[in-house]
């Protein structure tokens, strides 16, 4: 009974981090039109890779909640495989991405505005969106 607060909080970031994703692909913006992409921005990269990671947290406990108390090697084998997975990408992947987007982003948004995150981009990308990436 203790995981049911960790599954809905952990839905509930899965969902947050989509709606993001959703909106931030419906913007349209120039930089959009040119090669990459939004995959050439690491903040981008970043809720990609935290959206995928959540993902796999929310698959880790409804497949642990059903092979609970189940004697089944193999659903047991499986689960260790996906826990180890997901304790991987936090490791590897949306721990220090993670860091490192937030650190550099808002210490040179701090020093100089304009040149991380210009004015102009307001009218694109609102200011609640920039905040929750």
């Known amino acids: 009974m203790a995981l049911v607060p960790c599954q809905v909080l952990r839905v509930a970031?899965?969902?947050s981090y989509c709606s993001i994703l959703c909106n931030?692909?419906?913007i349209e913006m120039p930089s959009h039109q040119t090669y990459g992409g939004s995959w050439k921005f690491?903040?981008?990269?970043?809720l990609v890779i935290q959206a995928v990671f959540f993902g796999i947290c929310v698959l880790t406990d409804l497949s642990s909640l059903l092979t609970r108390g189940n004697g089944n090697q193999e659903q047991e084998r499986q689960l260790k495989k996906l826990i180890?997975?997901?304790?991987?990408?936090?490791?590897?992947l949306a721990f220090p991405?993670?860091?490192?987007?937030v650190a550099v982003f808002w210490t040179i948004y701090a020093y100089d505005r304009e040149m991380i995150y210009p004015k102009l981009l307001d009218n694109f990308i609102?200011?609640?969106?920039?905040?929750?990436?």
């Open 13 to 15: 970031i899965l969902l």
């Open 84 to 92: 180890s997975l997901r304790d991987w990408m936090l490791a590897v």
């Open 24 to 26: 931030y692909k419906a």
């Open 97 to 101: 991405v993670g860091v490192f987007v």
């Open 42 to 46: 690491l903040t981008f990269i970043d």
């Open 126 to 133: 609102p200011g609640w969106l920039n905040h929750g990436m």
